[in-house]
């Protein structure tokens, strides 16, 4: 009778032990699927913000700019030149007819050069 109760015992020991690990590797499972999961999305949306920092550094450097949009300490000289450059004088006196110095300085550069 002893010997029944231990093997009874044993058995009922062992269907818990074994629904435990059942329930262990279903939940590891389960964890590991969603990590796996997580890992695979955060990759896509990191993929697609570097794709388009990318873009938006090329898209950058295909965009026409003017020097002093880039370098914004360029000299009086510098500024005029590239003004006389770019536009014609009734175009310049457009732009700076609110200016008298800018507009004097510009007559007295167009006259010597």
Not at 49 to 66: D, H, M, N, V
Not at 68 to 86: A, G, Q, T
Request: avoid cysteine; hydrophobic fraction near 40%; proline fraction near 0%.
């Amino acid at each position: 009778m002893v010997n029944t109760d231990k093997q009874f015992l044993d058995a009922i020991h062992g269907k818990i032990i074994a629904k435990k690990r059942k329930w262990i590797t279903m939940f590891t499972s389960a964890m590991i699927l969603m990590v796996v999961f997580i890992a695979y999305e955060s990759f896509n949306i990191i993929q697609n913000e570097r794709y388009e920092s990318l873009w938006s550094e090329y898209q950058y450097e295909q965009e026409e700019y003017y020097l002093w949009e880039v370098n914004d300490e360029l000299s009086d000289d510098e500024l005029f030149s590239v003004m006389l450059e770019l536009y014609d004088m009734d175009e310049i006196f457009d732009i700076l007819k609110d200016s008298s110095e800018l507009l004097q300085v510009l007559k007295t550069t167009n006259l010597e050069g």
